[in-house]
């Protein structure tokens, strides 16, 4: 018997607040993998895998808040939990390969196209093992030329989204990227979606048990807190903030701090210039 599918039975609230968690996620990863690129290679890795955390998370959020308004007439639906952990870390793999990779080779060329690919090859696989980990009376079936659709869509936008972020523009420049990873994370979504149909096992009966949300709503707190607790270093960074900064030419240099000596070299030779002339002159009425 062939389910009734409602992927949006709390009208446009799910769909809305999904888009706003991808994007949060996205400016803050996208964000950090900016600031990455501003340091040497010491600090370089400590913030792209903030940066990978935090766009894992928050795909991970956006997908399972989409979920809460998704139903199935007369089938009740539950998750399987390691499976749904899974699919989380699989996005904070995938995502942080794809981010390392543009990270230290540059967002252009090949290292933009092979770290966009992986990172939306990382969105597409977190969408679909998350739902490989629904439980319900029925099986799941795709229509595959939609699910190739919904993975193109994820690749293109996510390189979009990396090779804004690596061009160091300030602060807008990250938060129109992030509205671009959003609508990767979101469009993959959604597009995988229109691809799944629901074979039910017999006659449909009444929901019963807790809704999707009832269910969904604990397993995404450890993820939001996250979310948050990166918010909250991207806020009390002002290079994150403000952008890049006067002397970034130095520090895009891998291994140059930005307190580089070079600027006070001038004045000590400047001094030893003025030390030289004072003892010559004490001495010239020693010769006289």
Not at 96 to 118: D, E, N, P, Q, R
Not at 223 to 237: H, T
Request: charged letters at 10%.
């Amino acid at each position: 018997m062939q389910g009734t599918v409602d992927g949006f039975s709390y009208g446009l609230v799910t769909p809305l607040v999904a888009y706003l968690m991808a994007c949060l996620g996205g400016a803050l990863g996208l964000r950090c993998t900016t600031r990455s690129m501003l340091v040497s290679n010491s600090w370089r890795p400590g913030w792209l895998a903030l940066g990978s955390a935090a766009i894992g998370s928050g795909i991970w959020t956006m997908h399972f808040v989409a979920m809460m308004g998704f139903t199935v007439k007369g089938a009740p639906i539950h998750y399987d939990k390691p499976t749904t952990f899974a699919s989380l870390a699989v996005a904070i793999v995938m995502v942080g390969i794809g981010i390392f990779i543009v990270g230290y080779k540059g967002a252009s060329g090949t290292a933009l196209f092979t770290g966009g690919t992986i990172t939306g090859l990382g969105v597409a696989s977190m969408h679909y093992l998350g739902m490989a980990g629904m439980r319900l009376n029925g099986k799941l079936e795709y229509n595959t030329l939609t699910v190739s659709a919904s993975v193109v869509i994820a690749m293109c936008a996510a390189t979009a989204a990396l090779w804004a972020a690596g061009q160091v523009r300030g602060f807008l420049w990250s938060v129109g990227a992030s509205l671009v990873m959003g609508l990767a994370v979101s469009g993959m979504h959604y597009t995988g979606m229109a691809a799944l149909s629901v074979h039910l096992h017999g006659t449909g009966a009444p929901s019963s048990g807790d809704s999707p949300a009832e269910l969904l709503a604990p397993m995404m707190v450890g993820p939001l807190a996250f979310l948050l607790i990166a918010g909250v270093v991207v806020m009390f960074d002002p290079l994150m903030v403000m952008g890049k900064p006067d002397w970034t030419p130095a520090e895009n240099k891998p291994g140059i701090p930005a307190h580089a000596d070079a600027p006070h070299t001038p004045r000590r030779s400047s001094i030893r210039t003025r030390r030289g002339v004072g003892h010559r002159s004490s001495r010239t009425p020693q010769n006289r």
